[in-house]
Nanobody
Framework: QVQLVESGGGLVQPGGSLRLSCAAS????????MTWYRQAPGKERELVAT???????NYADSVKGRFTISRDNAKNTVYLQMNSLKLEDTAVYYC??????????????????WGQGTLVTVSS
């Protein structure tokens, strides 16, 4: 019913930049919160940044000042601009929403959806 598709990952040198995109599709009435998570090899998944439909943002301490989350509500798309990338930013980055509103038989329903992930590799 709802899909999140990430793009923009790749290989970048330390200090470089990448911009990730995550587009939501399906029978979506609205999405409030959209979040980027990441999971590095051998580590647990961690929250990177969150943005609400009103534009309120929250960042992990490890990325503050380097990453910027933004969204285009009309396109149901969220972006993650990553600057000054470090080796430790290497991870699979996932897009998530836990409050996508979709029409249901007996009323609107809330869905949690994950994207398939996009790999970001920071290496010299």
């Amino acid at each position: 019913q709802v899909q999140l598709v990430e793009s923009g990952g790749g290989l970048v040198q330390p200090g470089g930049s990448l911009r990730l995109s995550c587009a939501a599709s399906g029978s979506i009435l609205s999405i409030n919160t959209m979040t980027w998570y990441r999971q590095a090899p051998g580590k647990e998944r961690e929250l990177v940044a969150t943005i609400t439909s009103g534009g309120s943002t929250n960042y992990a301490d490890s990325v503050k000042g380097r990453f910027t989350i933004s969204r285009d509500n009309a396109k149901n798309t969220v972006y993650l601009q990553m600057n000054s990338l470090k080796l430790e930013d290497t991870a699979v980055y996932y897009c998530n929403t836990d409050d996508a509103v979709v029409p249901g038989t007996f009323g609107d329903r809330y869905l949690e959806v994950w994207g398939q992930g996009t790999l970001v590799t920071v290496s010299s």
